[in-house]
């Protein structure tokens, strides 16, 4: 049975912000309750169970609820295009994009009365952004398609096969698959050759496939392998079935990396984005995103066995790594799409 967190449980604290220094958690909920709904962007139901979070805030605090599905750069666009004429109020991005959202002066800080149990690699000092969780870049197999599905980039590359790798330069898990390919080939954040390379190498095949690596594709037989976040390809496999898929971290090197809500300036209901925060970060938030196959942020919280047997073992995670330069990912993702474009797609057949 869910513990649900309470109101009771969210009033014990207070809480410090920029936008309400000195309102504790019984009047922020208290204000999302006067706004009565919250707007996402890119925190879809099925993407990291963002489904539950969603009901439980609709149950716990009659707060309604609307996303739209899109990348984390077409996020931060549409609150940097729209402004005061905010129709989002929280979005989801991947790691590299918080601090270009930040530097737009796109966002607006709020710190979970949870912010001493994220570790301070994942989270910014002043509050703009936190990864909730972390994904590993897997790789997806249809098994009716390929006949001994790939557990490495070399093996891959000895495939027949065509691979699904998504939008890279505009989707965090695209650019991510880009950035675990070079960590396998001895690239890193700042060189990302060996993975452009690596990629020339299957287009040239004709073995990129510009397939999304959505779940209605791979339910219709249309993508053999995709690269994605290992919490997406689990979710997908159970959703369609175990029979048709596997899923597998690469051994021979991948990245390990999270997504953080960020809250728009603009917000229209900015309270209702807070306590959505302030849910996603607590025990039953973090345990929510669980049970969609992502790794919580929050160490301390304690999973249901029967969430923790949806997790891939922690063996096959034996050689993922984390971005440790951040400048320098951040500048080599924003050449990313060009590079892309230049040394990939021009050979797509």
Known sequence: ?????????????????????????????????????VYSIGMPDSWANWKDTWNDLHSNYQLKHQDTDMSSAQEIAKFEAEKKNA??????????????????????????????????????????????????????TNTNLVKNAPTSWGDILKGDYKVTVGDVGSASQA????????????????????????????????????????????????????????????????????????????????????YTTIINKYAQNPNAAKLAREYIFSDQGQINLA???????????ELPASIQAKLLSSEQYSNVHPVTDFKSWEKSARKLPRQWQENVLMYVK
């Open 1 to 37: 049975m869910k513990t649900l967190l309470t109101c009771a449980t969210l009033m014990t604290a207070a809480v410090t912000t920029s936008a309400m220094a000195n309102d504790d958690i019984s009047n922020l909920i208290k204000a999302a309750q006067k706004e009565g709904q």
């Open 87 to 140: 129709t989002a109020d929280i979005g989801d991005v991947g790691f590299a994009f918080a601090r270009i959202a930040v530097k737009k002066g796109v966002t607006q800080a709020y710190k979970p009365t949870t912010w001493n149990d994220i570790p301070n690699w994942a989270k910014d000092k002043e509050g703009h952004w936190a990864l909730a969780y972390t994904g590993t870049i897997s790789f997806i």
């Open 175 to 258: 650019n991510n698959a880009v950035l675990a390919a070079a960590f396998a080939n001895g690239g890193s954040e700042k060189n990302l050759k060996p993975a452009l390379k690596y990629f020339e190498k299957l287009a040239k095949q004709g073995r990129i496939s510009l397939n999304d690596p959505s779940l209605a594709n791979l339910e219709k037989g249309e993508v053999a392998v995709a690269i994605m976040w290992d919490f997406n390809a689990l979710n997908y496999r159970d959703q369609i079935g175990k029979d048709r898929f596997t899923v597998t971290i690469p051994q021979d090197g991948s990245v390990i990396s999270g």
């Open 291 to 301: 049970a969609g196959y992502a790794r919580p942020i929050r160490s301390s919280v």
